[in-house]
Structure formats: structure tokens, C-alpha cells
């Protein structure tokens, strides 16, 4: 049996969708059989940061109501051979994704693979707490900025009441990933460091992915941000936090510290 | 203090992490009692309603949070000529 992980956030734009690819694509590196769920029905957008948006044919829709099976709709990635991806409608709106049906396509899903990631929608209305229902693993993408965080804190209070495993009295395991870090803005006061961000929510922190040009570049060209350039710094982060999900011990770095250590010197010696 | 914040920006981060504990720590306890304001307005009206006769529209009920104390406000209008229900 696979797990469930959800991406989650509240907050729009974050980078839920960026991390969902690039946590799926990470983990079908290690030979895992992974499948990426779009949960964002009405506005999809995982089957292009995947560059798979000329094969969609069927759609979690589709599956749901029965038109096509699963194995129809869903898309082998073409550059991992154990990466899929499952699209979410464009037309149709989020009330066509049913709870049965929602819980019969993840029930399916977890048996055919290792890890069943969902795409959440932003908010947390029906699209959102569908894509968190069957989770077992959740992963909070958060920015260092006040909106951001207070909407997660939303998010974590959600996914120990309105979940399967909440209702059956267990934990969804929560975990933080913290997007868009600048550490040299959080050196100067600027941004929100993140311990103040980890005291705040305070759940286990997964990663920290910086700030990087090469995020944008990846969804330029439609591929998960660790698979268009490994040894980019989101991408380190991204695989750094797929070993810390699978249990390994990996060290928290600040990605980009190198720089910013020179930022240091030249920072105090502006002070 | 003030003679730094002459020369530099004073750093926005702390002001953001203070105003965000102070929000949370309110939204927290609020979220899971939000059917509990309801619940005291509905048991409290029932008694008052047992001894005199209420205008339901002319209650108002608040809860506010303090840091370590919060306030329950019961507001209601009695009108005159009925408060002799009970009688």
C-alpha cells in the first residue's frame, strides 16, 4: 500500500503545484512508483509545470464519474518512466469531484503505487479538503511572509479535524516546507527567519526551498524544477526533502548560504 | 534604539513574527469554539425567556479575547410592559 501525501497550503501561489512536481518527480528518481494528482479542478496547471499538457486526454473528472478508467487518464511522464501524473478537469467545476468518488480513485491509486501525492487547491473549500481527506503525510507549503503563515496555521487546524485519519482518531503526519526563502532578506531583518516561521506553526520542517530564478526557468520549459537541473539550489532543497520523507536523516540547510555568508561580511561592514 | 532607527530601517521581520503570535493565538482558540458563542446565547436565552419575555431580535451576544482573560457580553432588551410575565 502507497501513501498519501497532500500539498497543501491555503494560500495561493505559494508553490504548492511547483513543489507537488518537484517532490514526485524526486522521489520516481529513487525508482518509487509515483503518481501526482491535480486536485485543482477548473484551473489546472500541474500537467504544464509537467510539460504534459498536449497528452491530456482524460481527466480525475472523467474518472470519478465513470466516463473513462483510470488507466486512461492517467499520464506516464516521459523522461521518468515511474513518474505519472493524473490532470484535473479544465472545464467542469470542483462540485463534480464527489467524496465516494474521490475516495474510490485514491483507494485505487494507493494500491497500484508507492506514493499518491495530491495537488490541493488553494482556499479550503470543497477542492481543498478533498485533496487532504485520505492523506496520511502532509506537507505545508508556506512562505515566510504573514499571509502565508497564517493561512497554514488554517491549513494544520483543517488536517487534524476535517481528514479520514482525523475523524478515525489518528494524526495526518505534518510536515513544513518553507518556499521562496531569501536568506540574505532574513539576515537583514526583512523577512521572516525560519525558526520565527517553525515557532509560529510549529510542526517538523521538511525543507527550505530558496528563492530561485531556476523555479520559473523549470516551469518555462515544463519540467519539475529536479529533473530540469539536479544541481540547482531548489532542486538540492527538493531532493534533500524527499530523503528527509522517505526517513533519512539530512541536515536542514539554508540553500544559497554560501552567498550569503559573503552577504554576512558585507553587511556588517555596511553596519 | 531611536538613534539607530535614524540611520537604518528598523527590520520589519520582528514586527510581522509579534503580530502574527498575537493573531494566531486568537484565531486558535476561536476556530474551535466558533459554535460556543451560539450555544451561550441559546441556553442563556432560554433561561431569561423562562422569567420574562425577550425580543430575540434585540439580543446581542459577544465574546472578546484577551490575552488572559476574556469577556462574555450579554446585551438584551427587556420591554417594559411584558416583564411582569413571571408574576
Given at each position: 500500500?502507497?501513501?498519501?501525501?497532500?500539498?497543501t497550503?491555503?494560500?495561493?501561489?505559494?508553490?504548492?503545484t511547483?513543489?507537488?512536481?518537484?517532490?514526485?518527480?524526486?522521489?520516481a528518481?529513487?525508482?518509487?512508483?509515483?503518481?501526482?494528482?491535480d486536485?485543482?479542478?477548473?484551473?489546472?496547471?500541474?500537467?504544464?509545470?509537467?510539460g504534459?499538457?498536449?497528452?491530456?486526454?482524460?481527466?480525475?473528472?472523467?474518472?470519478?464519474?465513470?466516463?473513462?478508467?483510470?488507466?486512461q487518464?492517467?499520464?506516464?511522464?516521459?523522461?521518468?518512466e515511474?513518474?505519472?501524473?493524473?490532470?484535473?478537469?479544465q472545464?467542469?467545476?470542483?462540485?463534480?469531484?464527489?467524496?465516494?468518488g474521490?475516495?474510490?480513485?485514491?483507494?485505487?491509486?494507493?494500491?497500484?503505487?508507492?506514493?499518491v501525492?495530491?495537488?490541493?487547491p488553494?482556499?479550503?473549500?470543497?477542492g481543498?479538503?478533498?485533496?487532504?481527506?485520505h492523506?496520511?503525510?502532509?506537507?505545508?507549503?508556506?512562505?515566510p511572509?504573514?499571509?502565508?503563515?497564517?493561512?497554514?496555521?488554517?491549513?494544520?487546524?483543517?488536517?487534524?479535524?476535517?481528514?479520514?485519519?482525523?475523524?478515525?482518531?489518528?494524526?495526518?503526519?505534518?510536515?513544513l516546507?518553507?518556499?521562496?526563502?531569501?536568506?540574505?532578506?532574513a539576515?537583514?531583518?526583512?523577512?521572516?527567519?525560519?525558526?520565527?516561521?517553525?515557532?509560529?506553526l510549529?510542526?517538523?520542517?521538511?525543507g527550505?526551498?530558496?528563492?530561485?530564478?531556476?523555479?520559473?526557468?523549470?516551469?518555462?520549459?515544463?519540467?519539475?524544477?529536479?529533473?530540469?537541473d539536479?544541481?540547482?539550489?531548489?532542486?538540492?532543497?527538493?531532493?534533500?526533502?524527499?530523503?528527509?520523507?522517505?526517513?533519512?536523516?539530512?541536515?536542514?540547510?539554508?540553500?544559497g548560504?554560501?552567498?550569503?555568508?559573503?552577504?554576512?561580511?558585507?553587511?556588517?561592514?555596511?553596519? | 534604539?531611536?538613534?539607530?532607527?535614524?540611520?537604518?530601517?528598523?527590520?520589519?521581520a520582528?514586527?510581522?513574527?509579534?503580530?502574527?503570535?498575537?493573531?494566531?493565538?486568537?484565531?486558535?482558540?476561536?476556530?474551535?469554539?466558533?459554535?460556543?458563542?451560539?450555544?451561550?446565547?441559546?441556553?442563556?436565552?432560554?433561561?431569561?425567556?423562562?422569567?420574562?419575555?425577550?425580543d430575540?431580535?434585540?439580543?446581542?451576544?459577544?465574546?472578546?479575547?484577551?490575552?488572559?482573560?476574556?469577556?462574555?457580553?450579554?446585551?438584551?432588551?427587556?420591554?417594559?410592559?411584558?416583564?411582569?410575565?413571571?408574576?
Amino acid at each position: 500500500m502507497g501513501k498519501v501525501i497532500v500539498v497543501t497550503s491555503g494560500k495561493g501561489g505559494v508553490g504548492k503545484t511547483t513543489s507537488s512536481a518537484a517532490l514526485g518527480a524526486a522521489l520516481a528518481l529513487r525508482g518509487d512508483k509515483v503518481v501526482v494528482v491535480d486536485f485543482d479542478v477548473g484551473l489546472r496547471n500541474l500537467d504544464l509545470v509537467m510539460g504534459a499538457e498536449r497528452r491530456v486526454v482524460y481527466d480525475l473528472v472523467n474518472v470519478i464519474q465513470g466516463d473513462a478508467k483510470l488507466s486512461q487518464a492517467l499520464i506516464r511522464d516521459k523522461r521518468v518512466e515511474t513518474l505519472y501524473l493524473l490532470p484535473a478537469s479544465q472545464t467542469r467545476d470542483k462540485d463534480n469531484l464527489t467524496e465516494e468518488g474521490v475516495e474510490r480513485v485514491i483507494g485505487a491509486l494507493r494500491k497500484a503505487f508507492d506514493w499518491v501525492i495530491c495537488d490541493s487547491p488553494a482556499g479550503i473549500e470543497r477542492g481543498a479538503t478533498l485533496a487532504m481527506r485520505h492523506a496520511d503525510v502532509a506537507v505545508v507549503v508556506t512562505n515566510p511572509e504573514v499571509s502565508s503563515v497564517r493561512d497554514s496555521d488554517r491549513i494544520i487546524g483543517l488536517l487534524d479535524a476535517k481528514t479520514a485519519k482525523a475523524e478515525r482518531g489518528e494524526r495526518v503526519e505534518k510536515h513544513l516546507l518553507l518556499t521562496r526563502y531569501d536568506p540574505n532578506r532574513a539576515e537583514r531583518g526583512d523577512m521572516l527567519k525560519v525558526d520565527d516561521v517553525l515557532e509560529i506553526l510549529s510542526i517538523p520542517l521538511l525543507g527550505i526551498i530558496p528563492e530561485s530564478m531556476d523555479v520559473l526557468r523549470a516551469s518555462n520549459v515544463g519540467a519539475p524544477v529536479t529533473l530540469a537541473d539536479s544541481r540547482s539550489a531548489p532542486a538540492v532543497a527538493y531532493l534533500d526533502a524527499v530523503r528527509r520523507l522517505t526517513g533519512e536523516t539530512v541536515p536542514i540547510t539554508i540553500p544559497g548560504e554560501k552567498r550569503s555568508l559573503l552577504g554576512k561580511i558585507f553587511g556588517r561592514r555596511a553596519a | 534604539m531611536k538613534i539607530f532607527r535614524i540611520f537604518a530601517k528598523q527590520a520589519s521581520a520582528p514586527v510581522a513574527r509579534e503580530r502574527l503570535q498575537v493573531l494566531l493565538a486568537h484565531e486558535r482558540a476561536s476556530v474551535g469554539n466558533s459554535d460556543l458563542v451560539t450555544l451561550l446565547r441559546e441556553e442563556i436565552l432560554a433561561v431569561i425567556a423562562k422569567h420574562v419575555q425577550i425580543d430575540r431580535d434585540k439580543v446581542n451576544v459577544k465574546m472578546e479575547r484577551g490575552a488572559k482573560v476574556s469577556t462574555l457580553a450579554v446585551d438584551l432588551e427587556i420591554p417594559l410592559d411584558t416583564g411582569a410575565k413571571a408574576a
